[in-house]
């Protein structure tokens, strides 16, 4: 056979194609990019055995800042449905090919150990500008690595010919589990309020934790003004969960509300407490996941 | 003119002859092919054309051929019979076989005939005096059966005419027995010792017509004599006579060839007679106390006279119409190496032991054995080609094959959600080696294959350019099919080994061939 073999020659191999998967692979994913709280459309109501409101404003935002991920990822995913259409030892190019009336060009570059820069761009009659870039470091695999990537909404707009503005950045980490930090910088589309917003989600060792700020109206505070409310929910999947909020503003005036709900691992509230006694308090805190009221700590 | 009739002599016109003569070098599953009976069966013609007034046309020479062939000549000497009687004339037809038989059959190639059939065909001819010379394995089993013995020797009275009617079978072994062809006279020794009865070796009363019986004697005592030593151990030829009246029959009339060689009685011995023209022993005659006569066509030839270092050789030239003596002074020694005659026997065996050659075309698909290959590498392509082979004596097989073929398919890559478009264009040729079963109309053969192989795969869609592997793949090939005669159809199988490693890594780059091929053997 060894001599066999010296008559072989040839140069047949698919690391070209290896190499397109692995430049793929840079780019965000579903999995890796967006945030999973457990539960979905759970209409909330304060009472034991029902879904606990935090819970249920947690699975909301989480929604939202998804649906704005889902709309880089469809681009994103568009590309790596096809096959490169130009390579070079260390890039690999898409397009231009037509989106909605825009050519879109992708590239993905890579240097040094394992950095991939990638960039989507959109071009329009005289309209040409990048829509989503980013930058990915490899891990063990290329896939698990960790980078950031940003959206250009009102780029975005212009070449689509719709009223947006505003940027999106994430900062992911996926070595260890999924890490996201999510950044809205004045994120508008048509007239709505611009948006501005942080989130950070962490699922590491099947524990998940989601911090964000946003408001809400407490019922009979005898304010119709929301609150400011920083809220950390934390959970286990195989055990339940617990959200911790801090309320300031709103018919609280100057007060401070600290307010925790926790639910079992069939989602539903098992103990209510807040530090104004605003809310009935409900449940047994023994049933908590956690014991310690946590607040935010990465926003 | 002696006392014998010349039953074929012009001056009888009124006596019609014809013959069959049947040689066939194959049998039936399991034989040997010889290498002589279709040679000996071409050495009667002659005799019985020159000499034995027959004419032309009316010899049915059957070489090679079945079963039906031979009923087919059979019938058309069966409607000349059927004619002449009705002219009134008096019917004499020979039939000769020499091939394989067993006890039940003659074996022509894969068909047969019964030796029942044999003698009903005989007496269907209608022909007054049917004679048959049979020189092959068992052939004493027809004459068994009819209750025929042993005999040394028989003789006739003869008249000025056609007196008898009925059959006469002589069978070159006993129903036991093997009958043998030798190397050193380029024939069997039945069919060696007929012809040279019947060209004036058995013509011991000198009157220059060899009779039935005089025929029978000579063949008779020459065969026992020469295979007694042989290793099969002699071969008794036997007869089986079932005429009615009187007489004797004319086999052949020295004269009638016009010409002649003379051996003296001033030189007694043993000659072996070659001719040189056409590569064969036509006689071997034993020179006593007379001049003994051959009838033989004008020709070269080679007169030999073998002494136990050496031969005496005379080259000699048969005149046309006329007769030649034999000189003593033209003979000169020669060694055994360089025994003319018997390099061109030789010559005649290393033909017969060429191997049969067969052409094939097939198609099919060549497909890698692993599916991770096919499915990331390789996809099975069609192959379309041929092949020819080479079927020996011994069962071996040895062949030569070439194909091309193409085929398109998707690459599935990890980590890709789309496949990679991809065409693979092959190339090879082969060379197998191996056994096979007997020679039977269903029959398979097993054996090694060794393939060259050129595979090229190309990206269309994609700027990756095209990429090959050439290499040689060890392999094996099994193969089985139906040959029912020249044509056969086969189903072919190789598995090959492809040492190439793809990505530094052991891919288990076998591939397979399942192939259907449409053959033509010679």
């Known amino acids: 056979m060894m001599l066999l073999a010296l008559f072989a020659c040839g140069d047949v191999s698919n690391s070209v194609f290896e190499e397109d998967a692995a430049f793929v692979a840079a780019l965000p994913t579903e999995e890796h990019h967006t945030m999973d709280v457990p539960g979905s459309g759970l209409t909330a109501k304060a009472e034991l055995g029902e879904t606990p409101e935090l819970l249920a404003v947690s699975i909301s935002v989480a929604t939202d ?44 570059e890579r240097s040094g150990a394992g950095r991939f820069d990638w960039v989507f761009a959109g071009e329009r009659a005289e309209e040409a500008a990048p829509v989503v870039w980013g930058t990915h470091y490899a891990g063990q695999t290329v896939a698990e690595g960790d980078g950031e990537f940003t959206w250009d909404h009102a780029a975005w707009g212009r070449l689509w010919g719709q009223d947006t503005a505003g940027e999106l950045v994430v900062d992911y980490d996926n070595r260890d589990g999924v890490d ?52 950390r929910t934390r959970w286990l999947p195989t055990v339940g969960g617990r959200s911790d909020a801090v309320l300031t503003g709103g018919g609280l005036a100057d007060r401070t509300m600290s307010w925790t709900q926790c639910w079992g691992v069939d989602l539903t509230l098992s103990y209510q407490h807040d530090s104004l006694g605003v809310t009935e308090d409900l449940g047994d805190p023994a049933s908590c996941a956690w014991g310690d009221f946590a607040e935010v700590d990465r926003l | 003119m002696s006392l014998a009739l010349l039953l074929a002599a012009a001056a009888h016109a009124a006596v019609q002859r014809w013959a069959v003569l049947v040689g066939n070098n194959s049998g039936d599953t399991g034989t040997q092919p010889l290498y002589f009976a279709e040679l000996d069966a071409r050495k009667m013609h ?47 037809v020979f039939f000769y076989y020499s091939g394989h038989a067993d006890a039940t059959q003659l074996q022509l190639g894969r068909t047969g005939l ?79 010792f007929l012809a040279s009865a019947l060209t004036g070796a058995a013509d011991v009363n000198r009157d220059g017509v060899v009779t039935l019986s005089e025929t029978y004697q000579y063949v008779y005592h020459k065969t026992v004599y020469e295979t007694a030593g042989t290793r099969t151990g002699p071969q008794h030829p036997t007869y089986e006579w079932d005429l009615s009246g009187t007489g004797d029959l004319v086999m052949t009339e020295l004269d009638r060839a016009g010409s002649n060689l003379i051996f003296p009685a001033a030189n007694p011995g043993t000659y072996a007679v070659f001719d040189v023209d056409h590569k064969l022993f036509v006689a071997e005659v034993e020179v006593t106390d007379s001049d003994r006569r051959l009838a033989l066509r004008p020709g070269h030839y080679l007169v030999q006279r073998r002494h136990p270092t ?22 000169s020694r020669a060694e055994y190496e360089e025994d003319l005659a018997k390099g061109a026997i030789d010559r005649v065996i ?40 080479f079927n020996w004596r011994s069962g071996q097989w040895t062949s030569f094959d070439f194909q091309g073929g193409s085929g ?98 052991d891919r288990g780059m076998g591939f397979n061939e399942l192939l259907l091929a449409l053959g033509w053997r010679f």
């Open chain 2, 350 to 389: 290393r033909r017969a032991r060429l191997p049969r050659v067969s052409l094939r075309v097939f198609t099919g698909a060549k497909s890698f054995a692993d599916p991770t290959v096919q499915a990331a590498y390789f996809p099975t392509t069609a192959a379309a080609g041929g092949e020819i082979r």
């Open chain 2, 46 to 92: 002659r005799i019985l054309t020159d000499q034995g007034g027959i004419s032309e046309p009316d010899v049915k020479l059957v070489l090679g051929k079945g079963r039906n062939e031979v009923l087919f000549a059979v019938g058309a000497v069966r409607e000349a019979v059927a004619a002449a009687k009705a002219r009134g004339d008096q019917t004499v």
């Open chain 2, 310 to 331: 050496y031969l005496a050789v005379a080259r000699l030239t048969v005149p046309v119409y006329g007769s030649l003596t034999v000189d003593p002074g033209a003979f």
């Open chain 1, 180 to 231: 996201l930090l999510v950044q809205l910088a004045g994120v508008r589309t048509g007239g709505t309020i611009p948006w501005d917003a942080s989130y950070a989600y962490r699922f590491v060792d099947e524990a998940g934790d989601f911090q964000y700020l946003t408001t809400y109206d407490l019922p009979d505070d005898g304010s119709n003004d929301p609150a400011a409310v920083r809220v």
């Open chain 1, 65 to 108: 800042v998804n649906s704005a991920i889902f709309d880089i990822l469809g681009t994103v995913d568009e590309v790596r449905a096809l096959p490169p259409s130009h390579r070079t030892a260390n890039s690999r190019g898409w397009g231009p090919y037509l989106h909605d009336g825009v050519d879109v060009t992708a590239t993905i």
């Open chain 2, 114 to 192: 019964s030796w029942e059939e044999l003698e009903l065909l005989l007496e269907k001819t209608g022909a007054d005096v049917r004679v048959a010379l049979v020189d092959a394995c068992q052939s004493g089993t027809i004459t068994r059966t009819k209750g025929g013995t042993l005999a040394p020797g028989f003789v006739f009275d003869v008249s000025e005419r056609l007196d008898a009617s009925g059959t006469v079978i002589i069978t070159s072994s006993t129903g036991d027995e093997a009958s043998q062809e030798s190397d050193a006279v380029g024939g069997s020794y039945f069919t060696h």
């Open chain 2, 408 to 505: 398109t398919g998707a690459l599935a890559i990890d980590g890709l959600p789309y496949a990679i478009p991809t065409r693979v264009s092959t190339g090879s040729a082969g060379f197998g080696i191996g056994y096979a079963t007997r020679d039977a109309p269903l029959r398979a053969g097993a054996g090694l294959h060794l393939e060259g192989v050129y595979l090229v795969r190309s990206f269309p869609g994609q700027d990756v350019p095209s990429q090959s592997i050439s290499t040689i793949a060890p392999g094996l090939a099994a193969w089985a099919g139906w040959y029912p005669g020249h044509f056969d159809l086969e189903l072919q199988l190789r598995s090959h080994y492809l040492p190439y490693l793809v990505d530094d890594r």
